[in-house]
C-alpha cells in the first residue's frame, strides 16, 4: 500500500510541475511564484521617472506598516480632469465643442437659430472655451430630455474625426492614462472625473470608455446645465412642482455653473466631501483642483501632476516643455510629457492627419 501510495503522490507532482510549467508558475520550496509585470510599462516608457514616482507612491500608500505614508483605502481618492488629461482634445478641439458644432451645422441644424449656427461656424483654433460659449451649448440642447442628450452624445462619438486617421471621437482615450486609472483603481483607489464638459456628456463619454469599470457614474463632476420636469421649464423654481410617474426630465436651454478654476475645487468639496490625494490635470483652469489636493491642509500625503502636451508626431502637441515643466515644477506639480514618458498614446493604426482643422460655413438664413 505505501508503494502504491509513493506512486500516486510522484503521479500527481509530475502533473502538477507540468500544469505549472505550462501556465507560467514555478514551483521552488512548495511555494507558488508567478513573475510579476512592473506596472505602468506597457504604455509607459520603461525609464519613465513619472512612471515610477508613481509606482513608489503607490506603494507607500497602501502599505499599512508604513505608518508615515499610509492612507485607508476610503481615503484614497484620485481626481482626473478629462480633456487634454484622459482624453484627445486636438481634434481639433475638445469633445463637448466638437459635439455642438456637427450638432448644429451638420446634424440638426432645424433645431437650433441662426445665431446659434454663427457661434458654432465662428470657433476656430485658439478660440476662447469660456462661460459665455458654455451658455450657447446648453441653448442648443433645450428640449432634449436627459436620456436624448445623452444618446447624442454617445451617437456623435461613434464619428470618425478629421484631425486623426482612424479614430473616432469616442476612442480617443490616453492608453497610458487608461493603465494608470487601472493601476490605481486595483490598489484602492476610487477614481472621480473632474471636468468642464458638462455632466450628462461627460457621463456619456466614460460610460462608453475603456476606463468605463473603473468610474461610475455618480463619480463624475462636471458642468452643469438647467434641467427640469417638461411643462415646468418656465417655472422659477423647482419647488413649486413635482415629479410624477411618467414625468420627462428635460434640458430648458438654461446655464447653471461651468466646471473650471475655483469651481473644481469648490465642487470636489461639495460632491465629495474629502480631499483628494492624487490629481491630474493639464491646463491652468485645473490648477485650483491641483492646489486644492496638495494644500498643506491635507492629512495625508498628496501629488498633483500636470500632463504637458508637447508630442508633434503622434499628436498635435505644440507646448514647450523646458517652459512648461519649470512652470509646473514651480507650482509644486509633477510635469508628464507626453512626448517622453508616453510610449503610445493610441491605437497603433491612429496617426495624425495633414491638417487639424478645416474651415467651415454658414448658409444665410432662408
Known sequence: MRNNAKSVTAVCLTIVLII?????????????????KTALTENWEKDSAVAKELRDYVSKVTNPKDKKNFIPKNDRIAVFDMDGTL??????????????IDYCLNDHPERVSYELKQVAASIKPGYKADENLARNFAKAYAGMTVEEFRDYAV???????????NMRYIDGFYLPMVELVKFLYENGFTIYVISGTERTTTRAIIANSPIRDYVTPNHVIGTDFEVKVRGSEDVSSNMDFKYNDGDELVLTGGFIQKNLNAN????????????PVLAFGNSGSDTSMMNYCIDHGNPYPAKAFMIVADDDEREWGTANWEEKSAQYYAQGY?????????????QNDVSKASEQYKPVEVKEAA
Do not use: H, Q, W
Open 155 to 165: 451617437e456623435f462619438g461613434r464619428k470618425k474625426t478629421a484631425s486623426f486617421n
Open 87 to 100: 482624453t484627445c482634445e486636438t481634434y481639433y478641439t475638445y469633445y463637448d465643442t466638437m459635439m455642438f
Open 334 to 346: 509633477t510635469p508628464v510629457s507626453m512626448k517622453r514618458d508616453f510610449a503610445t498614446i493610441y
Open 20 to 36: 505549472a510549467a505550462a501556465t507560467g508558475y514555478v514551483v521552488l520550496s512548495k511555494c507558488n511564484t508567478r513573475t510579476a
Open 264 to 275: 473644481k475645487s469648490i465642487y470636489i468639496e461639495r460632491e465629495i466631501g474629502r480631499r
